[in-house]
């Protein structure tokens, strides 16, 4: 006789409703499904003329792909985390008596096939569409920013050399070796609208006019970006954009805020830095709370790829209680 175990006893209805639980039935809610299943669809592969096992469906796989996005879980970490947890099978769809379930590389054969017809992108894009309908996602204001993610600097690899695509910069007194995430955030919302990446050393203002969607009037930015209003870019693409660049720190602090004219640049560059806030906002969702601090792959077109589902996600889990107010009425 086949011994029962626990999932199959009854023993489940009495554990706790643990954090992980409650955060996948609230993403099972406001994860617009249907129209991110409708967008993959048209690209996966179809049963196969002469029989054989058929292809898992685009539903399961875009969920597992998520899951390994929620929790930072490499392909083979994603296939074990599907034999030892009864809650990812549920979430996936997947039967508790599955004999077949997703093995490491159909894992990676679906990430393979959102980056060969950039569908990453079209995540992001969807996502943020369906946000714009529901009003969360205005036009009128966008904030840049971008920041450091490491990647591996060890040169003991098959390969004996570091990622030729990732580069080291200093920041501060420190070193850093990695690529640099950068970001348009919806001024209002802070949600994330347009995602690019490059090599750490990269300075961020060879991004800003690519960060920008064009139907915004006013972008806010860091100090960093000083300048930007002059580069040719800038000029030839936004030409009408109103550029609100923080002071260098030392002029700041070298106002007399005593003064009349002291205490208004003082007023403006708090107002400027409360706005400009938003955009940190993201950056937190996807290295705190998804746990995503070093890159998983070599080279910057799959990095791109995985932040820009990384920050659609990011996306909905900001809103995420609008959202479920919306469904639970």
């Not at 690519?210 to 930015?221: R, S």
């Not at 009349?260 to 937190?284: N, S």
């Amino acid at each position: 006789m086949k011994q029962m175990s626990l999932s199959e006893s009854g023993f489940e209805r009495k554990t706790k409703r643990t954090r992980k639980r409650e955060f996948l039935d609230e993403m099972n809610l406001v994860v617009p499904w249907a129209e991110l299943i409708s967008l993959i669809a048209p690209h996966a592969p179809a049963p196969g003329a002469k029989g054989g096992r058929p292809p898992f469906a685009v539903r399961t796989m875009l969920r597992i792909h998520f899951l390994q996005q929620w929790f930072n879980l490499s392909d083979p970490a994603m296939e074990e985390a599907l034999y030892d947890t009864p809650m990812f099978r549920e979430f996936a769809g997947l039967d508790a008596a599955e004999d077949n379930l997703p093995d490491e590389s159909t894992i990676l054969r679906f990430r393979h096939l959102l980056e060969t017809h950039n569908l990453s992108l079209q995540l992001l894009a969807t996502v943020n569409a369906t946000l714009a309908d529901k009003g969360l996602l205005l036009k009128s204001g966008t904030v840049v920013d971008a920041t450091l993610i490491a990647a591996p600097s060890s040169t003991k690899n098959s390969s004996g050399e570091r990622d030729p695509e990732m580069h080291q910069t200093k920041k501060g007194n420190q070193w850093h070796f990695g690529m640099k995430a950068h970001i348009g955030v919806d001024a209002d919302s802070g949600l994330v609208h347009t995602v690019t990446a490059t090599a750490a050393n990269a300075h961020d203002i060879t991004q800003a006019s690519v960060l920008l969607h064009g139907d915004e009037t006013d972008v806010f930015a860091d100090s960093g970006y000083r300048g930007v209003h002059k580069r040719d870019e800038v000029i030839k693409d936004h030409p009408e954009i109103n550029w609100y660049v923080a002071m260098m720190p030392s002029h700041r602090k070298a106002l007399d805020k005593d003064t009349p004219m002291g205490a208004i640049m003082e007023a403006l560059e708090k107002t400027k830095a409360r706005i400009r806030a938003k955009v940190e906002h993201p950056f937190r969702v996807i290295k705190r709370q998804f746990g995503h601090v070093k890159v998983r792959y070599r080279g910057l077109a799959k990095n791109t790829a995985q932040l820009h589902t990384l920050f659609a996600l990011s996306n909905i889990w900001m809103v995420r209680r609008m959202l479920l107010k919306e469904v639970r009425g």
